[in-house]
């Protein structure tokens, strides 16, 4: 598994349902693209750094977390008060400052479980209008999830072969050797889940999404 | 999508994640590249227009459920909120016309040489130009920096990413060589 960027915790947002946190951000986030004074910026700025500060990570703590969306700001800073003016860089700065914040807040107190949970819900209308079907659409993202450690293993390994025949930095020596094993593990991991008879019919998948809410009988 | 589908469309996934957790290669310029890009062209050029951007769409899941799966460990909500989300989402539409050019270019025997430079061209089409096109659209209207100045900042990657779609080509041409793949 990849280590989620979720810390724990039992701040006010850790207990906040994850829809409700997506659905909060997303409106936040729609809002200030239209707010244009920079003093009401510069508060939901503060607003942004109470929700991160109020999930228990200390100042130095998150200015770690966001270095790099802070480093793209600032540049795009730089770039918008060099070739427009300071207003406007300020205005964009402070905007995607305080949405990075709320974002981070978000996603240090959300657990991929909860997410994964949101994500399947959201898969449901789109499998009533026929797009997907949500029990293969989140299959696919937990195999990914999955099989992200074992991959970078198998490149580190050939990367080391390579390194012992003297062909470090050569991109085509590792991708071509390590693509041609996923293609034949794909296969082997097909046969694999068609196997163990997935995916279960539908009417079945149903009833256990209902029983897992209720105890079950021993 | 059949099981075949879902296996290679998780695994191809996972590739382009794993080549953003692989260490920047330094070119024998000196310049580091990433080589997460280049994963979102194999995508779409070993196997094809929809399941290359149903490979990129598990990312962007990836993305959204907070894991660091991004170059540089990157990832959660932030990012599609971000200055450079439009690159992102481009991702999607990147990886499918590359795929579609590929599968397009695909129909008649060719030497080696034609077909890597036809599967150079659907990388830099989609690659570069579809992806560019997104990322430079989302930094002109959403963080209001108007086209031209959007487009001076993001054309100084363009070199790395031309290594990057001719590579990709390479790699795809030697990929399917070794293992029987068909587009779709």
């Known amino acids: ?218 | 999508m059949t099981t075949r589908d879902i296996s290679l469309v998780a695994l191809m996934a996972a590739v382009i994640v794993a080549l953003g957790l692989v260490p920047a290669i330094p070119l024998s310029a000196g310049v580091p590249i990433t080589l997460q890009s280049m994963g979102v062209m194999l995508a779409g050029l070993i196997l094809g227009p929809k399941r290359g951007a149903a490979a990129v769409l598990v990312v962007i899941a990836l993305v959204a459920l907070g894991l660091p799966v991004l170059s540089g460990g990157r990832g959660g909500l932030g990012v599609f909120v971000g200055p450079t989300a439009g690159f992102l989402f481009g991702w999607v539409l990147a990886a499918f016309v590359a795929g579609f050019l590929a599968q397009v270019f695909e129909a008649s025997e060719k030497s080696t040489l034609v077909r890597t430079v036809q599967l150079s061209g659907a990388a830099i089409l989609g690659g570069i130009v579809v992806l560019y096109a997104c990322g430079i659209l989302w930094l002109a209207f959403f963080v209001k920096m108007g086209l031209v100045k959007a487009f001076w900042v993001s054309v100084v990657f363009t070199p790395g990413d031309l290594v990057k779609a001719i590579a990709a080509a390479l790699i795809t041409v030697q990929v399917r060589r070794a293992v029987a793949i068909e587009r779709k």
């Open chain 1, 1 to 218: 598994m990849i280590a989620s960027l979720a810390r724990p915790g039992a701040s006010l947002l850790h207990r906040t349902p994850a829809a409700r946190k997506l659905a909060g951000l997303a409106l936040a986030a729609t809002v200030l693209f239209f707010v244009e004074d920079a003093r009401l910026l510069a508060g939901a700025v503060l607003v942004g750094l109470v929700a991160a500060r109020s999930t228990g990570a200390t100042f130095a703590a998150i200015g770690r977390d966001l270095k790099g969306p802070a480093l793209v700001l600032a540049v795009l800073g730089l770039v918008d008060w060099w070739l427009i003016d300071g207003t406007t860089a300020l205005v964009v700065v402070l905007r995607l400052g305080a949405i990075a914040l709320l974002a981070h807040a978000v996603t240090v107190t959300t657990t991929t479980a909860e997410l994964t949970e949101v994500m399947e819900r959201l898969f449901l209308p789109a499998e009533r209008l026929g797009l997907l079907d949500a029990s293969r659409a989140a299959l696919t993202v937990t195999l990914a999830i999955r099989f992200v450690p074992l991959i970078t293993q198998e490149a580190r390994e050939i990367r080391a072969a390579q390194a012992a025949r003297g062909l470090e930095g050569s991109i085509l020596a590792l991708a071509v050797p390590l693509l041609v094993r996923i293609v034949v593990r794909a296969e082997t991991l097909a046969d694999a889940i068609d196997a163990r008879g997935f995916p279960p019919d539908r009417s079945s998948s149903g009833r256990d999404q209902e029983t897992n809410e209720r105890p079950r009988s021993p």
